[in-house]
């Protein structure tokens, strides 16, 4: 079940200061497209393409590391399987299949953020449609909302959190994968040595 974030709060920052977080809302559409449409190309990348964590984008040229496609986060053509903010729920299950039939690609982070393009419900459907019997890990980010999309797609509210738990995850499989160490032979102790030494 998804667990949904209050529509609007105060924190409290580190330096003291207070600042009001609330989600985003229909009447944000212009000034969200402006944030992305001023983002850098390098920005967009270290936000959504995995690099601080060890991974690579497959237009990375660090092709060596383990790839993680972002399959959609509102800059359309920019990435394989680009879709931009107001992309319908079939063109987001489109650009996942298409990622997931990358070979390059090892895991798939979607990210969402609701209200836009078919609104949260369809958007959810269509994540869990398209990953639904991958050979590929695949995560979602669906803003503010932490979960599970469908019954297999993990979700979490940032980008950040999706990247770190899919890090663990390589992690483990690789600690998992690594040569046991050979077990220490220790020689038999008999038992009349060992009365005298302890005598």
Known sequence: MTRSLPEECDVLLRDGGIAHIRLLRVSD???LHDLVDRSSERSTYLRFACEQ???SSPSSPRSHERRCA??????GGRQPGGVTADGEAGELADAVRTVLADPDVDAVLVV??????SGLTRTQEAIAAASQGADKTVLACVLGHDGLVGSHVPS????EQAVHALSRAVEYAAWRSRPQDRPVEVPPVHAASGRRSSG
């Open 112 to 117: 969402y953020t609701p209200p836009f393009g």
């Open 156 to 159: 979490y509210a940032f980008p």
């Open 70 to 75: 972002p399959a959609a986060y509102g800059r």
């Open 29 to 31: 559409r212009a000034a």
């Open 53 to 55: 964590r060890a991974f």
